[in-house]
């Protein structure tokens, strides 16, 4: 077949080849909108999955905040220099309360950046006041908001009376099955034996936090 070339635009004027070669492009055309919808189909799967954030799990007490009872402060088993801190404490339900310093701007950080929930050991009802000082307007941010209930009691040998409250990581794969990687969930207490139930790697130990601590010298020189 002869082809009818144009000599003044260069072009190949020849129906049949035109026909031809315009298939050929509506094919090469379909395969490269194919491939470029797959490949914008993976990316999106890809993404999807490095987008599946870590797990904070925060302790309250001692490692956010520190807390003692607001009765009985004159007891002698009571340490006398909480009384001479209680002008920068909080009034929260039962309780007299001092943040760690830098709370605020860490609880910010890792809700920004991570899922963040909630376990402790104490009771419901406290863990409820907690949440709502700590967390304020945020709170509704959180994935979960765990209380003793959800702790595994151990009878501790050395004080019959008083359990061990474990917070096993496995109980959290468990309630939200897939949620978290395996490696993607991290507990930030400050009690090493609550931890006893979890794989090194899966925990961070605080060091526990007081505001009778943070200025020793300043308290013991207001005592009498």
């Known amino acids: 077949m002869d082809f009818i070339f144009d000599g003044t635009s260069g072009a190949i004027r020849d129906p049949y080849?035109?026909?031809?070669?315009?298939?050929?492009?509506?094919?090469?055309?379909?395969?490269?909108?194919?491939?470029?919808?797959?490949?914008?189909?993976?990316?999106?799967q890809d993404q999807t999955t490095k987008k599946k954030r870590r797990?904070?799990?925060?302790?309250?007490?001692?490692?956010?905040?520190?807390?003692?009872?607001?009765?009985?402060?004159?007891?002698?088993?009571?340490?006398?220099?909480?009384?001479?801190?209680l002008d920068s404490a909080v009034a929260v339900g039962k309780f007299y309360l001092w943040d760690r310093p830098?709370?605020?701007?860490?609880?910010?950080?890792?809700?920004?950046?991570?899922?963040?929930?909630?376990w402790s050991s104490a009771w419901h009802?406290?863990?409820?006041?907690?949440?709502?000082h700590v967390f304020g307007d945020r709170r509704k941010e959180l994935a979960f908001e765990w209380d003793q209930a959800r702790c595994k009691?151990?009878?501790?040998?050395?004080?019959?009376?008083?359990?061990?409250?474990?917070?096993?990581?496995?109980?959290?794969?468990?309630?939200?099955?897939?949620?978290?990687?395996?490696?993607?969930v991290l507990i930030v207490d400050d009690s090493v034996s609550k931890m006893a139930a979890n794989p090194t790697g899966y925990y961070v130990i605080a060091d526990a936090w007081s505001p009778l601590e943070e200025h020793p010298e300043i308290v013991n020189g207001l005592l009498p």
Request: proline share 4%; with cysteine; charged share 30%.
């Open 102 to 118: 830098g709370r605020r701007d860490f609880v910010n950080y890792c809700l920004d950046n991570f899922d963040v929930a909630v």
């Open 125 to 132: 009802q406290n863990v409820d006041l907690l949440c709502s």
């Open 153 to 184: 009691a151990v009878l501790n040998d050395a004080k019959p009376d008083r359990a061990t409250f474990l917070k096993p990581i496995s109980t959290v794969f468990s309630e939200f099955p897939g949620r978290w990687d395996d490696d993607g």
């Open 55 to 85: 797990l904070v799990i925060l302790d309250m007490n001692n490692v956010l905040v520190h807390r003692v009872f607001r009765y009985g402060l004159d007891e002698p088993d009571k340490d006398p220099r909480i009384k001479i801190m």
């Open 17 to 44: 080849f035109l026909a031809f070669a315009g298939a050929w492009i509506a094919v090469i055309f379909l395969f490269v909108v194919r491939d470029f919808f797959s490949f914008r189909k993976k990316k999106s």
